[in-house]
């Protein structure tokens, strides 16, 4: 009888609270380098709390109830929160079914008759299950959210613009030019370009594993930007195997300056600014 | 005198669908792999690479993606990659025109297909329309 079981857990509260954490810490995977003891104790009293008081007769069946909202909200709180502090699925996983297991035990300690107890333990599990399925998928999204994270600061890293010189830019592309990265490396050429007046800007190449004809589309494209802003634009860092796939490919580059090496576009802007460095006799 | 038959022995493959333009980038990795494996120049890797993401990224531009088929391939001593490009997009209507430098109806160079075919050895393109476009090349190791 459904009555029974909400009853029964809410009475025996603070024995499945007791015995979860028991669970939960003889357990081998506990990560006690991760999360402390009382913490662990204070997120476990939480949930219980939460569950067995919106836990009643009727929604006990259905788990997709609304009332279950706040438990949800909490788990995956929960696992967010782990996913973020590195833990594993598993270990994030066990959380929740170590509390399945105790509770199971306290129902088999209090139903007597068999029948109403598989029927209890059937609804229970069904339930629990459910919360298990939303905490991998809430530890999903934290994770995915951490790649997210990383893929914006790598872009961001990647693309930085360098005043080699009064008036030289130098911006070396690191990975695959793709629409995005070409977009935020023109803006911050051309922002540059501006804020220091220089007239002479470096792309150098080097880093960029494949040049098929979109990555040189993208680079037309930036050499065009910067040369309407009234700065010269040179690529180096074309290697050998890069330049006869340009050939092949049939891409034509002659009205752009091309060099083979950063040094050899310095030398040839400070050719341009007419700049001259030598070597001072002592 | 008997006589010798040269036939073209798939050796080894490998399956990998485009559907993303994410997906790009290992595609060209594992071609990458396979090119090392069997001690493609560095010059000819990068020519198979280039023309595999040229040909990828059509795929996935005017296909929506496909699938493409990674192959180990040799004939006699000759060892090389071939790769299948399988799509089921709209086809090309008129691939003569396709293989012409500087034809788009993107707003690409319109060097795709044309350079591809520059950078392989064999290159062999159907289509059919409504039903989807098929291109197979093959680089040798020291063609």
Redesign the interface.
Known sequence: MATEITKILKKRKSVILERWMKNQLTDETLREDLISNEELRAESEELIDILTKSLNETNLTDPDSSDFDHVIEILGGISLSRAKQGFSPRETGLYVMSLKETLLQILQEEVKDPADLIAATLNLSRLIDNFSIITFETFIKGREEVILRQTDEITEISTPVIRVWDGILALPIIGTLDSARTQVVMESLLTEIVESGSSVAILDISGVPTVDSLVAQHLLKTVSATRLMGAECVISGIRPEIAQTIVHLGIDLSDIVTKASLASALSFAFATLKVEVKKVAR | MRLMITKIISLNKDKMSIAK?QD??PF?NRVKEYAIKIKMS??N???L??AA??LG?NMLRYANGGKVLIEIVSLGRQHGIRLTFDDQGPGIPDIQLAMN?GYSTGK??G??L???K??VNEFEIKSELGVGTKVTITKWANG
């Open positions: 333009e790009v980038v060209r560095l010059v890797q990068t020519k690479i280039t993401s040229e990224r430098d690409s160079l060097l795709g044309p350079g591809a520059r950078l």
